[in-house]
Nanobody, 111 residues
Framework: QVQLVESGGGLVQPGGSLRLSCAASGSDFSSNRMTWQRQAPGQQREWVASIRSDGTTDYADSVKGRFTISRDNAKNMVYLQMNSLKAEDTAVYYC?????WGQGTQVTVSS
Protein backbone atom coordinates (compact mmCIF):
# COMPACT_ATOMS: atom_id res chain seq x y z
CA GLN A 1 0.00 0.00 0.00
CA VAL A 2 1.43 3.31 -1.07
CA GLN A 3 1.66 6.01 1.57
CA LEU A 4 2.98 9.54 1.54
CA VAL A 5 3.37 11.14 4.94
CA GLU A 6 4.30 14.80 5.26
CA SER A 7 5.78 16.35 8.37
CA GLY A 8 7.57 19.48 9.50
CA GLY A 9 4.81 22.05 9.26
CA GLY A 10 4.04 24.52 12.00
CA LEU A 11 3.74 28.14 13.00
CA VAL A 12 6.62 30.41 12.06
CA GLN A 13 7.16 34.17 12.01
CA PRO A 14 7.62 36.03 8.75
CA GLY A 15 11.20 35.69 7.60
CA GLY A 16 11.58 32.36 9.33
CA SER A 17 12.31 28.91 7.95
CA LEU A 18 10.78 25.46 7.96
CA ARG A 19 11.79 22.17 6.45
CA LEU A 20 9.06 19.87 5.26
CA SER A 21 9.61 16.16 4.79
CA CYS A 22 7.64 13.58 2.85
CA ALA A 23 8.17 9.92 3.57
CA ALA A 24 7.05 7.66 0.75
CA SER A 25 6.46 3.95 1.22
CA GLY A 26 4.92 1.05 -0.61
CA SER A 27 6.71 1.59 -3.89
CA ASP A 28 10.01 2.72 -5.36
CA PHE A 29 9.65 6.31 -6.50
CA SER A 30 13.27 6.89 -7.43
CA SER A 31 12.43 7.12 -11.14
CA ASN A 32 9.45 9.42 -10.65
CA ARG A 33 9.12 13.17 -10.50
CA MET A 34 8.00 14.25 -7.07
CA THR A 35 6.26 17.51 -6.31
CA TRP A 36 5.12 19.74 -3.51
CA GLN A 37 1.84 21.54 -3.86
CA ARG A 38 -0.04 23.76 -1.47
CA GLN A 39 -3.55 24.95 -0.83
CA ALA A 40 -4.37 28.11 1.03
CA PRO A 41 -7.80 28.67 2.61
CA GLY A 42 -10.36 29.45 -0.07
CA GLN A 43 -7.81 28.94 -2.83
CA GLN A 44 -7.16 26.25 -5.39
CA ARG A 45 -4.30 23.88 -4.87
CA GLU A 46 -1.16 25.20 -6.56
CA TRP A 47 2.09 23.65 -7.62
CA VAL A 48 5.14 24.78 -5.63
CA ALA A 49 8.14 22.76 -6.73
CA SER A 50 9.16 19.57 -8.49
CA ILE A 51 12.22 17.37 -8.57
CA ARG A 52 12.92 14.82 -11.27
CA SER A 53 14.65 11.50 -10.86
CA ASP A 54 17.92 13.05 -12.04
CA GLY A 55 17.68 15.76 -9.40
CA THR A 56 16.74 18.63 -11.65
CA THR A 57 14.27 21.01 -10.09
CA ASP A 58 11.58 23.50 -11.00
CA TYR A 59 9.93 26.14 -8.86
CA ALA A 60 6.90 28.35 -8.98
CA ASP A 61 7.88 31.98 -9.43
CA SER A 62 6.36 32.82 -6.06
CA VAL A 63 8.88 30.64 -4.19
CA LYS A 64 11.91 30.74 -6.47
CA GLY A 65 15.02 31.73 -4.56
CA ARG A 66 13.40 31.02 -1.20
CA PHE A 67 12.43 27.33 -1.35
CA THR A 68 14.61 24.35 -2.16
CA ILE A 69 13.30 20.90 -3.03
CA SER A 70 15.53 17.87 -2.59
CA ARG A 71 15.23 14.12 -2.43
CA ASP A 72 16.92 11.08 -0.98
CA ASN A 73 16.10 8.13 -3.19
CA ALA A 74 17.72 5.65 -0.84
CA LYS A 75 15.27 6.67 1.86
CA ASN A 76 12.33 7.38 -0.46
CA MET A 77 12.14 10.88 0.97
CA VAL A 78 11.53 14.31 -0.52
CA TYR A 79 12.11 17.58 1.30
CA LEU A 80 11.15 21.20 0.96
CA GLN A 81 13.39 23.73 2.67
CA MET A 82 11.47 26.97 3.00
CA ASN A 83 13.34 30.17 3.88
CA SER A 84 12.29 33.80 4.10
CA LEU A 85 8.73 32.74 4.68
CA LYS A 86 5.92 35.18 4.03
CA ALA A 87 2.34 35.34 5.23
CA GLU A 88 1.22 34.36 1.74
CA ASP A 89 3.05 31.06 2.11
CA THR A 90 0.45 30.00 4.67
CA ALA A 91 -1.21 26.86 3.34
CA VAL A 92 -1.49 23.12 3.69
CA TYR A 93 1.46 21.60 1.88
CA TYR A 94 1.07 18.31 0.06
CA CYS A 95 3.52 15.81 -1.32
CA UNK A 96 2.55 14.28 -4.67
CA UNK A 97 3.96 11.51 -6.85
CA UNK A 98 2.24 9.62 -9.67
CA UNK A 99 -1.43 9.52 -8.55
CA UNK A 100 -0.66 9.59 -4.85
CA TRP A 101 -1.06 12.40 -2.36
CA GLY A 102 -0.16 12.77 1.26
CA GLN A 103 -2.52 14.07 3.90
CA GLY A 104 -0.80 17.44 4.03
CA THR A 105 1.00 19.45 6.67
CA GLN A 106 -0.10 22.90 7.79
CA VAL A 107 2.29 25.81 7.45
CA THR A 108 1.24 29.06 9.09
CA VAL A 109 3.35 32.18 8.73
CA SER A 110 2.26 34.84 11.19
CA SER A 111 3.64 37.22 13.74
Amino acid sequence: QVQLVESGGGLVQPGGSLRLSCAASGSDFSSNRMTWQRQAPGQQREWVASIRSDGTTDYADSVKGRFTISRDNAKNMVYLQMNSLKAEDTAVYYCHVRVYWGQGTQVTVSS
